[in-house]
């Protein structure tokens, strides 16, 4: 594992990186099956033969998961900038909660700021606070995310997506610890520390201009790239449980085949797809144990010819249209005009079978 202070330091992709203040902490490599020991018989939940390292919410048997929370564990008592850097539904909040759970600051509070779900022309209100009279509506004054984050930590998630023109004042807040509210006068000082995070390449875009230089490496003190979960599959035995039991379902057990299925996808939504996968098997599991037959809508990657051998038969046309609108739904975060596209209807017709079907 790469010294914090290392000159030379190994990107995400794996190439080397002349930037001398930045560290990664962790290589991803390329795909491959679990090894873990399966239970004998069904109903067994997988007991990973590695050794496993747990750190709050996270858990990870596999090495490159160790590598990330040891990393983890090393970094949060320290004041220094994180940027994690992954694929949508990797876990990075989760990761950014834990660095601040771990860290001197856990006592204050932990606030979210989400660059790519702002408004652009509400996002300087929000992320640094306004006065009242500073813009039509504005009817009182409002603190930004840096002022409700005092003495904690600010987490800005989506961070490349932070429109250029705010990218100055984002730097000048960091640098000088403080912030001027939206139509007022008054420097207000903020003691935080900031987590980043991440599911772009932050250099292809200060490259293309659309990320500032100075930006980057002042939120580049330390990067960790979080991996795919098809890049780590050993831990399927572990997070599998783990989510039953955010789930509410601790009692359910997990069967030697249902895990083999599981490990034949590639997960490209990775952890939060996994849940999803998860949530809705558990509406057809009365046994106790989630078998193959659970994962109804569990649909191979890049293998539309697979349809054919998940286990639908049986079913009626209308309730499988209706699981198939509901669970895309789900996977969608509730946006009916990406669900539609991703059913390959009309946004009228979806709502017409949304009425239909009482969803």
Known sequence: ?????????????????????????????????????????????????????????????????????????????????????????????????TLHNYSARRQSPFVVFDCGA???????????GHERGAFTGAHSSHPGAFERAQGGTLFLDEVGE?????????LRALEHRGVRRVGGTQYRPVDLRVVAATNGDLREQMAAGSFRKDLYFRLATAVIAVPPLRARLDDLPLLVPALLTDLGRPDVGVSRETYDMLRT???????????????????????????????????????????????????????????????????????KAHAAQALGIAVSTLYQKLKKYQL
């Open 1 to 97: 594992m790469e010294a914090l202070n290392t000159a030379n330091v190994m990107d995400a992709q794996g190439a080397y990186s002349e930037d001398p203040d930045t560290t990664y902490v962790s290589r991803i490599p390329s795909a491959r099956r679990a090894s873990s020991t399966l239970p004998p018989r069904s109903g067994r939940r997988v007991s990973a033969t590695a050794p496993v390292r747990r750190l709050g919410r996270v858990v990870g048997g596999s090495t490159i998961m160790q590598e990330v929370l040891a990393m983890i564990e090393r970094l949060a008592p320290t004041e220094l900038t994180v940027t994690l850097i992954g694929e949508t539904g990797t876990g990075k909040d989760v990761l950014a909660h």
């Open 118 to 128: 702002v408004a652009p022309n509400l996002a300087e209100s929000e992320l640094f």
């Open 162 to 170: 932070l429109p250029l023109d705010l990218q100055p004042r984002l």
């Open 265 to 335: 996808h590639s997960w490209p939504g990775n952890v939060r797809e996994l849940k999803n996968t998860i949530a809705s098997a558990l509406a057809f599991v009365d046994s106790g144990v989630l078998e193959p037959c659970h994962l109804r809508f569990l649909v191979p990657s890049d293998e539309e010819s697979a349809l054919d051998s998940l286990p639908l038969g049986g079913q009626s046309l209308e309730r499988l249209e209706r699981a198939a609108i509901k669970q895309t739904l789900l996977q969608l975060g509730g946006n």
